[in-house]
């Protein structure tokens, strides 16, 4: 008897097996049950304050990328004085890598309450490109949540922070802006209820074929146009902090949403700050335009302002602003 013949089709049913088991627990995690509709707000995000932060973030001299540290250190402080223009309390968090400071930005609401949310985006990009989607409309939204939080009463203290060195060649090093605020979390014993990073939230498609996915399968389930915005989430244990703002976030009803939850070994399920946080034992969520499986000009120098839709982008900031004042 030839063992190796029966072994090896044996072996590809299991991995199908397996694969397929994936499938349906992302399937099953992703459509849940219906959400409860929350109650919308009078507070909205300004087109022509979105329009302001992402020109200002993307039309510099220079690059915002780590070998431009003057031209990092300018956003910094751009993103610093607005902040501060809203926060009850507003801060640098520097660090120093191969002898260069770089610093975190953070604002912060609520400051009465112990138990804190964290709302993060990284400001850098990746090489010598204006990285619109990648990451501007994330600092963009963040820049925009300060002033629609200011004045709100919150069951949480929300802490919003912009993170430098989130792209090559630091990203999965302890240089990451996003792992030195975590591990300072986690050095400090903070109170932490959960962390959701913005991560490219602009750039949508309408065409049929405009959405791909690390399993083809998936097209199935959620269809092949680019219309929707992902809360990507982990796999099983994301945490209470995590199944409460994905309810309320698609409560809101302000955009096309779908959740999506993988194991790590997925591609792009942890491609960004929240990476760091579920590191630290933190829940975490990504509210994503899923990148790459969309938008092609990722890393790229056609990652320009003339390719997002702001009027889509502004509803995501809705919803996230809906989803932290509502939160359980």
Not at 53 to 79: C, G, M, S, W
Not at 145 to 152: D, F, P, S, V
Not at 247 to 257: A, H, M, P, R, V
């Amino acid at each position: 008897m030839d063992l190796k013949n029966i072994i090896k089709p044996t072996r590809k049913k299991l991995f199908l097996l397996v694969g397929l088991f994936i499938i349906a627990g992302i399937f099953l995690l992703a459509s849940g049950k219906k959400n409860r509709s929350i109650q919308s707000s009078k507070i909205i995000a300004d087109t022509a304050l979105v329009k302001k932060h992402l020109t200002a973030l993307t039309q510099t001299p220079q690059f915002r990328n780590h070998k431009n540290i003057d031209q990092l250190n300018e956003v910094a402080d751009y993103i610093h004085q607005t902040f501060n223009t809203y926060g009850d309390s507003t801060a640098y968090q520097e660090y120093k890598v191969d002898g260069k400071i770089y610093k975190n930005v953070i604002t912060s609401f609520g400051t009465e309450n112990k138990k804190r949310i964290i709302i993060g985006a990284h400001y850098d990009v990746c090489g010598d490109q204006q990285g619109a989607d990648d990451n501007a409309t994330g600092v963009t939204a963040l820049l925009e949540l300060a002033r629609m939080l200011k004045g709100q009463k919150l069951k949480y203290r929300v802490d919003l922070v912009a993170y430098t060195l989130e792209e090559p060649p630091y990203f999965r090093t302890e240089n990451m802006g996003s792992y030195v605020h975590a591990k300072y979390l986690k050095d400090n014993n903070i109170d932490v209820y959960g962390m959701a990073s913005v991560e490219m939230i602009g750039y949508f498609r309408d065409e049929k074929g405009s959405q791909s996915f690390p399993l083809g399968i998936l097209s199935w389930f959620y269809g092949d146009k680019g219309d929707f915005i992902t809360l990507a989430k982990k796999f099983s244990g994301a945490g209470l902090f995590v199944k409460n703002f994905i309810d309320n976030f698609k409560g809101s009803e302000q955009i096309k949403t779908e959740t999506f939850s993988a194991p790590k070994f997925v591609a792009g399920i942890d491609f960004s700050d929240h990476l760091n946080y579920w590191n630290f034992d933190f829940p975490a969520l990504m509210i994503t335009d899923s990148s790459f499986f969309r938008n092609k000009n990722y890393h790229q120098p056609t990652d320009t302002l003339e390719t997002l839709d702001t009027k889509r982008m502004t509803k995501v900031i809705d919803a996230i602003f809906l989803s932290i004042i509502h939160l359980k």
